[in-house]
């Protein structure tokens, strides 16, 4: 099945290499996260073409009003259809549960994605570890258009692709 294209790879070992320096030098975990993630951004919109960061309003809530359930779902490019459920805890991980259902066959795929997840003003980003259990590492970042506490809207700064989830009781599955 073939599935769009909506994260990039980071350039791991550097990545790792750098967080390692940084730790030896003696920052905190905390702030070498964040040097991490500016790196990623950058990296991100050096090779962003579709989005135009000048027009863009930044919502104005915390990073908790993130945490809970929250589901989406979508049609991609008359192939498939895509509905997920993420599941965004207070330390900054994340599970999510992806459904692709092929639109010609009705086949149905699912995978388990785990990884990290941040939020800061504008900017939504996801760290992927792992899906279905075997290490699948890579990074993307997102412009946040909307964020309500209850409708989340979010565009990936290299795709262009945007993404619409709300929010769902504790107890929703797919």
């Given at each position: 099945?073939?599935k769009?294209a ?40 050096s090779?962003?073409k ?20 929250w ?16 599941s965004?805890?207070?330390?900054g ?11 010609s ?29 075997e290490?699948n ?38």
């Open positions: 099945m073939k769009a909506s994260r990039f790879e980071t350039p791991n070992k550097k990545l790792k290499a750098l967080a390692l320096l940084a730790g030896a030098l003696g920052y905190k975990e905390s702030v070498v996260k964040i040097f991490i993630l500016i790196i990623l951004f950058f990296t991100s919109i090779s962003a579709e989005v135009n960061l000048d027009k863009v309003e930044c919502p104005n809530l915390s990073y908790e009003s993130l945490v809970g359930k589901y989406g779902e979508q049609k991609i490019e008359d192939e498939y259809y895509q509905r997920w459920l993420m965004r805890f207070e330390n991980t994340y599970e999510v549960t992806v459904e692709y259902s092929e639109l066959n009705s086949q149905v795929t699912i995978e388990k994605h785990k990884g990290f997840w941040s939020y800061s003003q504008c900017l939504y980003t996801t760290h992927m570890l792992e899906i279905n259990g290490h590492e890579s990074s993307t970042v997102y412009v946040v258009s909307e964020l309500d506490g209850f409708v989340f809207k979010y565009m990936s700064v290299i795709t262009g692709r945007s993404y619409s989830l709300t929010k769902v009781d504790n107890e929703f599955k797919l």
